[in-house]
């Protein structure tokens, strides 16, 4: 039988704590032992914030990114209370004061670089959540290594591996990531990580648009290039939607193909083959 006088001491007692009577739970077991129930903290999706970082910057309007707006709020009221982001730009919207408040958090870390590229990396992430939220969904791009001479990270040589198990054949790059420089046709786009060039010699048109289409299926922004387009042979370009190492420009390229447009500077529409926009990791869940 309960006893009113245990009842009124507990009570009693968590008034004394400032702990309201409601957040206290018994336990089920022997011990009789009493414990406080944590409030829940925010969770941070990082796929979803990461994704909005790259899409919103490139909106004509405030239009958030679908899934982002709770993840985005509690990385923007943490750069608040760091005095990093005016409280106005605290609204879920992952747009440029956003991205350069993070950069900016990124470099009070001691980051450079790539590592300060305003794109939220999973240790920064954590940092600046502690004690405010936690993180899942968290992406890795793992180390780099070599393919056809060309440096990847491995998790855009995963990307690269399940387009050819798609297409039943292998591709070749003609230019790889972290190249920052070394082509000054690029814009930049392959001065990080998650870009890579494709060689399309002795495809026909047909084949040149069936491994763009593998490339999307995986989880690029990927397009068939032509010469008329820029001072560049053919070749097929592809951006690792949702690669951390992302340079501002292969930042900007995802989100305009998410937007529907081309990556190029004109930002025409996009021009190519349809497919159910995913990231790698979506992809790997679906």
């Not at 001065?191 to 289409?213: F, L, Y």
């Not at 420009?249 to 305009?256: F, N, T």
Request: include cysteine.
């Amino acid at each position: 039988m309960r006893r009113p006088w245990l009842a009124v001491g507990l009570a009693g007692l968590c008034v004394a704590v400032g702990v309201p009577t409601h957040a206290w739970a018994a336990t089920s077991d022997a011990t009789g032992q009493w414990t406080v129930a944590t409030a829940a903290r925010p969770v941070v999706d990082m796929e979803a914030t990461v994704l909005a970082a790259q899409i919103d910057p490139r909106r004509a309007d405030h239009t958030l990114t679908p899934g982002a707006k709770s993840s985005v709020l509690a990385v923007e009221q943490a750069l608040d209370a760091k005095n990093l982001l005016d409280a106005r730009w605290v609204d879920g919207y992952f747009g440029t004061e956003t991205v350069s408040a993070y950069g900016a958090y990124q470099r009070s870390l001691g980051y450079t670089g790539l590592d300060a590229n305003g794109l939220p990396g999973t240790t920064s992430l954590t940092k600046l959540g502690q004690d405010r939220y936690t993180v899942t969904r968290t992406i890795g791009t793992g180390a780099k290594v070599q393919r056809d001479g060309y440096v990847v990270n491995a998790r855009t040589q995963a990307m690269l591996t399940e387009a050819e198990r798609l297409l039943g054949y292998k591709v070749v790059l003609d230019q790889g990531s972290y190249n920052p420089g070394g082509d000054p046709t690029s814009a930049g786009t392959h001065d990080g990580g998650g870009v890579v060039d494709i060689s399309v010699t002795g495809m026909n048109a047909t084949k040149r648009t069936a491994v763009a289409k593998a490339l999307r299926q995986v989880g690029f922004a990927a397009w068939v290039r032509d010469p008329s387009q820029g001072d560049w042979p053919w070749h097929i370009h592809a951006t690792a939607i949702n690669d951390t190492d992302l340079s501002s420009q292969a930042q900007h390229q995802v989100g305009d193909y998410y937007l529907g447009l081309n990556g190029l500077a004109n930002r025409g529409a996009d021009d190519g083959p349809k497919v159910t926009i995913r990231t790698w990791e979506q992809y790997q869940r679906g």
